[in-house]
């Protein structure tokens, strides 16, 4: 039973997370500059991170 909570915790907070990112590369592309390049940047960096994440289980 607590596994099965454990990873549905983990699941929804990778979904929060992904969320977050997304919204980060959407919003960093309202007006240019740098600080909204870095936002991009970051939060296309964090869906990457994710990714790598959720592969690396399947190896």
């Known amino acids: 039973m607590m596994e099965k909570l454990t990873h549905l915790f983990f699941t929804v907070a990778n979904v929060v997370l992904a969320g977050v990112f997304l919204w980060m590369v959407i919003d960093g592309q309202k007006t240019t500059g740098w600080a909204n390049a870095g936002r991009m940047m970051a939060g296309l960096a964090g ?3 994710l990714l790598y994440l959720y592969n690396r ?3």
């Open 57 to 59: 289980k399947d190896k």
């Open 47 to 49: 869906l990457l991170l």
